[in-house]
């Protein structure tokens, strides 16, 4: 007898039969959703290993940072290579580069005086000091500071050399300490320890030489808990007579809360404050600024008005001579800033220049240097479109000539060569086909001829010039080239050393594709921009992704990473692993581009480049049509975090999900110089209508609110303000407060699950993996 008949044409198949081709089909069903789907547990175990802590562990040699030693052109730095950690020696001059001492014998002698087995290649301190003409160096290992001979290896612990203390200030010449007692100032020579009292009038919080801070938290309920550690605040004259500081008036000070549910310990809430004058507001806390002559003992007020907190930006700067002083005077909204001299003996002024705007004077770029004895000085402006240099008379206030000119952006003042009459700085947006966020360093004469590219590579730059002026060490990459790290010399530019190149190749094995930097015109069709998209590392161009925009718009900021390390250490890259592509893109109003491009933000910050965002993912789905823009979410931190949420308000028919966390989302709420530098002062109506609770009525989309409960940079009553207006709206949305989390919310494992979760079950569709653990960072 046939044991497994062939089934008979034109007969229905038995149960049995039925059975094994539904159990195929959902063993076929079930292998295709493994093989296509996306948001699943192994996703989350790929994204969870390119968190910033993971993806450090696979990349080495990505960074020189100069250690330089005294004043000269020599320096060490830390090399993190496969094998483990060296420290490396520079001789600049001598262009040579080796071991800074031998590893393994410094790791015998650890071994021989502590009795623990140290290896070469992992040796327990992370910072020396060359001493005795870097004959030795001195390390902390635990409790010890110890100090090795070079030649010898012989090993012995000495006296750390103490730290100043930060309560009190020693002059220049080492004669004279100033310190605070009682609210007023004091001195005491260091020669004789006798004390002389500067002051008689302060009070509590009306006292002299206290630094006026943003961010101190005082707690209410516990004031025993309290630490005072407020710094002195003076700066002594060059030649040690004098000294200069402020008086701060605090009585009227304002104050922002934060109420802690878990204490570490007991059960009673805590509540904390913090002083925070707001936008808008009259009754702030007032700064005025007096010298004091060391050896009269005389007081003397410089005639300037009190400023406000809002637009105080520390003491007086004293100039070489010590009988001059300069400082910045703003006007409130940021409008205006006048350069003013002072007289060290009369405490009189004189406005040397003023820079004003219609719209605001960015505080970023906003400085000034001095050479040919102070003279001369260079001023930075973005008066004629760009941010340039300005060559003026200091007596006159005369403008002698604009320095820098054309379509590009002068970053950062290097090094002045005053003999030769040149100047080193750092520009972007000069070279033709760049990204024109590219930092790139120039020499040019101080009449302005002669410009002069001395880093070729098409790369984003980063600099560190040696002290005595002859020496920068370059370390450049971009998102998508690994980095190289190379000693130049500063005149002409020209490669002395190749230092480091990044060994990626553990990054490349877990399956890294470098992120695509892409350039997209705004919304206006004429203005590029430039973003990066990330894409997942088992990306497949046959199938349709959902698209989430990492936003931050701040226009003090570019979010768009340029660099290679911030292209890989980020949270665009973990996201787009659970099956999303992931853009980020810098709109019309952020920084570090032309004026005009700029003040497209003021009194426009509710705008977040968000038709621009837009725009530009309708040209890269063009290109790329794997991009499913029927599935577009966003998310953000601070101003990205209103942004967030700004976008779900403004653009329900584009933006279906978005994770805004701590978010600024009212700007009457924040601290009041940033809204004010770009919303303008007084607050006007501008200010609600961009308000996220103005707008709240207009949620269509999936909202989650993260916001930490001790964040006194953005506080969490923005957040549970804007969800107490959703509920009055009778909107669905989520909300989670993280106890006794800052403003810091990046690496917090709950926050970066919750957010994967959100946007996976919403923008996927599909369930996410239950209470994944993400084991990289601590659940505090």
Same mark, same amino acid.
């Not at 076929?28 to 192994?42: D, K, P």
């Not at 570490?264 to 806390?285: F, I, K, W």
């Not at 967030?644 to 279906?656: G, V």
């Not at 940079?713 to 909300?735: C, M, T």
């Given at each position: ?83 483990? =950690? ?10 040579? %580069? ?52 070079? =030649? ?27 310190? *605070? ?10 020669? +004789?320890? %006798? ?32 630490? @005072? ?92 001579? +010590?009988?001059?002083?300069?400082? $910045? ?16 003996? !009369?405490?009189? !002024? ?8 219609? !719209? ?164 206006? /069709? ?55 592509? *992931? ?42 049509? $794997? ?5 577009? /979410? ?84 923005? +957040? ?11 909107? @669905? ?10 403003? +810091? ?31 990289? $960072?601590? $659940?505090?």
């Amino acid at each position: 007898m046939e044991r497994n008949p062939k089934p008979q044409k034109g007969k229905i198949m038995g149960l049995k039969d039925s059975r094994f081709w539904i159990v195929l089909l959902f063993v076929w069903v079930a292998i295709g959703s493994q093989l296509f789907a996306q948001g699943t547990f192994e996703d989350y175990k790929r994204a969870e290993k390119f968190l910033t802590k993971n993806v450090d562990s696979l990349i080495f040699k990505t960074y020189v940072e100069p250690h330089w030693i005294d004043k000269t052109s020599q320096f060490w730095y830390q090399n993190k290579t496969r094998e483990g =950690k060296t420290f490396i020696f520079v001789n600049s001059k001598q262009a040579l %580069k080796k071991r800074a001492f031998d590893h393994q014998q410094l790791a015998a002698s650890l071994t021989e005086l502590t009795g623990k087995t140290y290896k070469e290649l992992a040796l327990p301190f992370d910072e020396i000091t060359f001493i005795d003409s870097c004959q030795s160096i001195q390390f902390d290992v635990d409790t010890l500071h110890l100090q090795c001979n070079l =030649k010898s290896y012989q090993l012995k612990e000495v006296q750390k050399e103490e730290k100043p203390n930060p309560k009190e200030s020693k002059s220049p010449d080492g004669k004279w300490i100033a310190f *605070v007692r009682d609210h007023n100032l004091f001195i005491k020579s260091t020669d +004789s320890g %006798k004390e002389f009292q500067l002051t008689h009038n302060g009070v509590e919080k009306y006292d002299y030489a206290t630094p006026i801070s943003w961010y101190k938290i005082i707690n209410e309920s516990n004031p025993e808990l309290n630490k @005072d550690d407020s710094e002195i605040d003076v700066a002594w004259s060059p030649d040690s007579k004098k000294l200069v500081t402020s008086k701060v008036d605090r009585r009227k000070a304002k104050k922002l809360y934060l109420y802690q549910s878990m204490p570490d310990s007991g059960y009673r809430a805590h509540v904390h404050s913090y002083e925070r004058a707001l936008p808008g507001e009259t009754d702030l806390t007032m700064e005025e600024f007096y010298i004091f002559d060391v050896y009269s003992k005389k007081q003397i007020r410089i005639d300037v008005k009190p400023l406000s907190s809002v637009v105080a930006w520390g003491n007086p700067t004293w100039m070489k001579n +010590s009988e001059k002083l300069w400082m $910045y005077k703003w006007k409130r909204g940021y409008w205006k800033v006048e350069l003013l001299e002072i007289d060290a003996n !009369t405490g009189k !002024t004189r406005t040397v220049l003023v820079e004003q705007s219609d !719209t605001f004077v960015d505080v970023a770029y906003t400085e000034v240097k001095f050479l040919q004895g102070e003279k001369e000085f260079i001023w930075m402006s973005e008066r004629d479109g760009w941010n340039h240099l300005y060559l003026y008379e200091w007596a006159t206030g005369k403008l002698k000539n604009q320095i820098t000119k054309g379509k590009f952006f002068a970053r950062e003042i290097i090094s002045i060569d005053e003999k030769n009459r040149q100047l080193y700085f750092v520009g972007a947006g000069r070279e033709e086909g760049r990204d024109p966020y590219y930092r790139h360093f120039y020499r040019i004469n101080l009449d302005g001829s002669d410009l002069t590219l001395l880093t070729e590579e098409n790369a984003e730059h980063d600099f560190s010039l040696s002290p005595d002026k002859k020496f920068i060490v370059d370390n450049y990459s971009r998102v998508n080239l690994p980095p190289k790290a190379l000693l130049r010399n500063l005149h002409d530019g020209k490669m002395i050393l190749e230092l480091e190149e990044a060994d990626i190749q553990d990054l490349l094995a877990k399956g890294y594709h470098f992120p695509e930097p892409f350039k997209v015109k705004a919304r206006d /069709g004429k203005t590029d921009l430039y973003g990066v998209i990330f894409r997942p590392t088992h990306f497949d161009p046959n199938k349709k992704y959902p698209v989430i925009d990492g936003t931050y718009s701040g226009p003090q900021a570019v979010r768009t990473p340029k660099s290679f390390r911030r292209g890989l250490r980020n949270s665009d890259q973990p996201l787009a692993e659970l099956g999303f592509i *992931v853009i980020t893109i810098d709109g019309l109003g952020t920084a570090k581009r032309s004026k005009k491009f700029h003040n497209f933000s003021y009194k426009n910050l509710g705008d977040i480049g968000c038709d621009d965002h837009i725009a530009g993912m309708k040209q890269l789905a063009k290109k790329y049509p $794997y991009m499913d823009l029927t599935r577009v /979410g966003i998310y953000g931190h601070s101003a990205g975090g209103y942004d967030a949420a700004h976008a779900l308000l403004i653009r329900p028919d584009f933006y279906k999900v978005g994770v805004a966390s701590a978010g600024n989302h009212d700007h009457q709420m924040a601290k009041a110089w940033w809204p004010e530098l770009w919303m303008g002062f007084p607050v006007e109506d501008h200010y609600v209508e961009q308000s996220n609770i103005t707008l709240a009525k207009n949620l269509k989309g999936k909202l989650l609110l993260v916001h930490g409960d001790m964040d006194n940079n953005v506080n969490p009553a923005s +957040s549970l303000r804007l969800a107490g207006e959703l509920i009055k709206q009778n909107k @669905d949305f989520e909300l989670v407060i993280i106890p006794n989390r800052n403003h +810091s919310l990046v690496t917090h494992p709950y926050f970066t699950r919750k957010r994967w979760d959100f946007f996976v079950k919403h923008l996927l569709g599909v369930e996410p993996p239950p209470e994944y653990f993400i084991k990289s $960072y601590e $659940y505090k």
